[in-house]
């Protein structure tokens, strides 16, 4: 049923059985589906430093502006 290497490090609960109900079965698959594009992210980013380098430096500015919210914020009474 796993073939490849990195279906066989696939936890034993997340691999679909006939007995999973419909829901169980999308569970499983959204899983696969977001490990699967997270895999691809990581090759990607691995691959192209700029890329890399560019969501780091997003990730700063938005950290930054999310301090800069967080501390200048004063609420209003509301009546």
């Known amino acids: 049923m796993l073939t490849s290497p990195a279906k066989a490090r696939v ?9 999973d109900t ?3 079965r ?6 696969s589906s ?3 594009v997270s895999i ?12 890399r ?9 938005l950290h930054l502006w999310v301090m800069l919210v967080l501390f200048t914020y004063t609420p ?3 009546q």
Do not use: I
Not at 11 to 19: A, C, Q, T
Not at 26 to 31: E, I, L, Q
């Open 26 to 31: 999308r569970v499983k698959r959204a899983y």
């Open 34 to 36: 977001l490990d699967a």
């Open 40 to 51: 691809r992210t990581g090759v990607f980013l691995r691959r192209y430093p700029v890329a």
């Open 76 to 78: 209003e009474a509301h």
């Open 11 to 19: 936890p034993s609960f997340l691999v679909e059985s006939p007995f």
């Open 22 to 24: 419909s829901v169980a």
């Open 53 to 61: 380098t560019l969501v780091a430096c997003y990730m700063v500015l």
